[in-house]
């Protein structure tokens, strides 16, 4: 199907919408999210060779000693031989003279060291300042151009962009919502849809969400066909075409839509009946033709001239004896209060085919049993559109209303849409009794659930998981004071006793002898003498000394302590909770939706998505999802990184996808400041049960009783 661009006027920015590609609704992403940091560090300055600072400081050094040489040796020289000249003549003169030349001439020379030392220092500074500013000038062109680059590419990025249904998502069930949001996915889903495939949509929520959709639809040059129940039933094709045992078998389904365990004889007995009445209509079999045979077999009167007289007298009097009416009369009344509001069904139809666009819509009014038999019948014709024609597989959006279908019935639907390729989408408006029982039988995704029981189902259906959270937070302060005193008071007696005795002995003994020589008459005369001498001792000592020693010693201990302590323990416990909170489901937005992928493994991902049709009309957004970019490196890395100076910035495809959703789980608000919601047309205005607005009601959407426009 391609959208016609012929009333782009009047659609404007919502012509986008159409844009292929099936979407659910929309994401944001930061574009700043993506800008990647300069990483290059800044180019620092180098430090001077410590050679050409050992140089200039050795020749400093050695110019200071030069000087004080000269100042002191060579003018101390020069001084003494010029007051020595005086003396001893002119010659010491010219000495002191050479003397203070010298070290002049030393002093000349260190100076011309420190010089050339100092001079090369200071070249060598400049060159690497030069060096360095010309490094960093280069530094500063490549970030400037890495950051204008950047700036330019996170410029030309989408901020929103599709989250597109799953390629093999053959269901789709949506649980809650407000009817402004569900009537704003029904927009989104649809349009996107309308460019694949046929859309058959089934509104039985009584505040016509199709609404929008089509009108949309109609302005695009999509051939829409809008049917409203029972308000227009007249143009209405769901018991069009139909066979005389398909008409019973939808029938008699309708008439027990209600009623779940229906017996299988009170189905049993009324299709009999409805089966032999139109074997004796004949070919002519239609609602109002089978009312007023219904009525023939109550006995009733019939004025609408639906049946012959030959009909009348052979109902009756050859379908039934009088036995069997009494028997059945009870299926006969309930057939009877049944099919009679429906008798105009399809009468004014005049031959139309399906649109490409097909609503069937129960229109604004308060529900009764003929309202829930029209639900019924629409979707039986459904089915059998599905099974029988020979077209492309639509998609079916079936948007329930508070009194919902029964299992059986959506489950026949699924069914049918499963053997013949088509989508299915069913929009709950609670997660209750049979919209519980279905849950998980496609892909689910929520809107807001109010109601907290709902909402608890919900968070048990998308499952719970393991994370670490803060069990405990610990904050104490202390302070301590100690005061102690201590005295101690003791005394001591000592006695002590010393005995002492010695005892000495001593003997001596010892002898001599001398010669003596004398000069004289005789040579030869001498003279000899011999002595011996002995001795001894003897003494013996006792002693006995006592002392008595008394000790007392006092003490006091004075003991003061002082502390102040504090302390903060942050205590983490692995916990299984919900994934997400049901409180959290309770207050999500509008037009926010939770789309539930599983992965394998059991892991749980959910999708947050805007489904507002007014977001077309912001900045910056694709009608395609958006492309993955590899997240800007961590600064730890950034830091081991250097970038390319010369090459400009081009984003390339990712190797993985982002770790963690970039987009936000909080959803945003679509509009823009300032921006107003388009009205539609009769917006505002009360509506009628007769139909749209007061007055005559609308060829809605716009279509000749002959065909398309």
Not at 83 to 98: D, E, R, T
Not at 197 to 208: G, K, M, N, Y
Not at 524 to 550: A, I, K, L, P, Q
Request: net charge negative; proline share 6%.
């Amino acid at each position: 199907m391609t959208v016609e661009n012929t009333e782009a006027g009047r659609l404007g920015r919502y012509l986008r919408l159409f844009d292929a590609g099936q979407r659910l609704g929309w994401i944001y992403r930061d574009p700043e999210s993506l800008r990647h940091p300069f990483v290059e560090p800044e180019p620092q300055r180098e430090q001077v060779a410590a050679g050409y600072e050992n140089q200039a400081t050795a020749a400093r050094l050695d110019h200071q000693d030069r000087r004080g040489s000269a100042l002191k040796i060579g003018g101390g020289v020069a001084a003494a031989c010029f007051v020595l000249s005086f003396y001893l003549g002119p010659a010491l003169a010219i000495v002191g003279v050479v003397a203070l030349v010298l070290g002049l001439a030393r002093l000349a020379l260190a100076q011309q060291k420190l010089s050339s030392a100092t001079g090369a220092l200071t070249a060598q500074h400049g060159a690497l300042e030069q060096r360095f500013q010309s490094s960093w000038q280069v530094w500063q062109q490549r970030r400037q151009y890495h950051e204008s680059q950047q700036e330019q590419w996170v410029h030309s990025l989408d901020a929103w962009g599709a989250q597109p249904i799953g390629p093999d998502t053959r269901r789709l069930d949506v649980f809650g919502g407000s009817q402004r949001g569900r009537e704003g996915f029904l927009t989104v889903f649809g349009t996107s849809t309308l460019q694949e495939r046929p859309v058959i949509v089934v509104d039985l929520t009584q505040a016509l969400v199709c609404r929008e959709l089509s009108m949309l639809a109609e302005a695009a040059g999509v051939p829409v066909d809008v049917q409203l129940l029972p308000g227009r039933m007249a143009e209405s094709s769901i018991v069009g075409g139909l066979a005389p045992h398909e008409l019973v078998h939808a029938l008699v389904e309708a008439v027990h839509g209600d009623n779940p365990e229906a017996g299988r004889a009170e189905r049993a007995v009324d299709t009999r009946i409805l089966t032999q009445l139109c074997g004796a209509l004949g070919a002519d079999v239609s609602l109002a033709r089978l009312g007023a045979g219904l009525r023939v077999l109550m006995g009733e009167a019939d004025d609408t001239k639906c049946l012959g007289r030959d009909e009348r007298n052979r109902i009756a009097d050859d379908l039934l004896n009088d036995k069997n009416k009494d028997q059945v009369r009870d299926s006969l009344f309930r057939l009877v209060s049944f099919v009679h509001p429906l008798e105009q069904l399809g009468t004014a139809r005049g031959g139309r085919g399906p649109g490409y666009l097909t609503c069937l819509a129960l229109d604004f009014g308060a529900g009764s049993a003929s309202t829930e038999l029209l639900a019924d019948l629409a979707v039986q014709s459904v089915m059998r559109r599905l099974s029988t024609f020979e077209e492309t597989a639509p998609s079916v959006v079936v948007a329930l209303g508070e009194q919902g279908l029964q299992r059986r019935h959506l489950e026949q639907l699924a069914q049918v849409c499963e053997r013949r390729g088509a989508q299915l989408v069913l929009s709950h408006p609670h997660l209750r009794d049979a919209a519980e029982q279905m849950i998980g039988g496609g892909t689910v995704a929520f809107m807001k659930l109010g109601n907290h029981q709902e909402a608890n189902v919900a968070a048990d259906f998308i499952g719970r998981e393991h994370s670490f959270v803060l069990h405990s937070l610990t904050d104490t302060e202390g302070h301590t004071v100690n005061t102690s005193v201590a005295k101690t008071i003791g005394s001591s007696v000592s006695r002590g006793t010393t005995h002492s005795e010695s005892v000495t002995r001593g003997s001596n003994w010892g002898s001599s002898s001398s010669t003596s020589y004398q000069a004289g008459s005789s040579p030869f005369s001498t003279s000899t003498s011999t002595s011996t001498s002995s001795g001894g001792s003897y003494s013996e000592t006792t002693g006995t000394s006592t002392s008595v020693t008394h000790s007392t010693n006092e003490s006091t201990t004075h003991t003061t302590g002082d502390s102040d302590s504090t302390s903060l323990a942050t205590g983490r416990q692995r916990v299984y909770e919900y994934v997400l909170e049901p409180t959290q489901l309770q207050a999500l937005a509008e037009f926010s939706l939770l789309v539930v992928e599983r992965r394998a493994g059991g892991a749980v991902q959910v999708h947050p998505v805007d489904c507002n049709p007014n977001i077309v009309f912001l900045d910056r957004v694709s009608t395609s999802p958006l492309p993955q970019f590899t997240p800007p490196p961590s600064p730890a890395a950034a830091a081991t990184q250097i970038a390319a100076p010369q090459q400009p910035y081009a984003p390339t495809a990712p190797q993985q996808p982002y770790a963690q959703p970039p987009y936000p789980t909080t959803p945003q608000q679509p509009y823009a400041p300032g921006f107003q919601q388009p009205q539609w047309p009769n917006q505002g205005q009360p509506q009628q049960p007769g139909g749209w607005t007061q007055g005559p009601p609308p060829n809605w959407p716009g279509q000749q009783p002959g065909g398309y426009r």
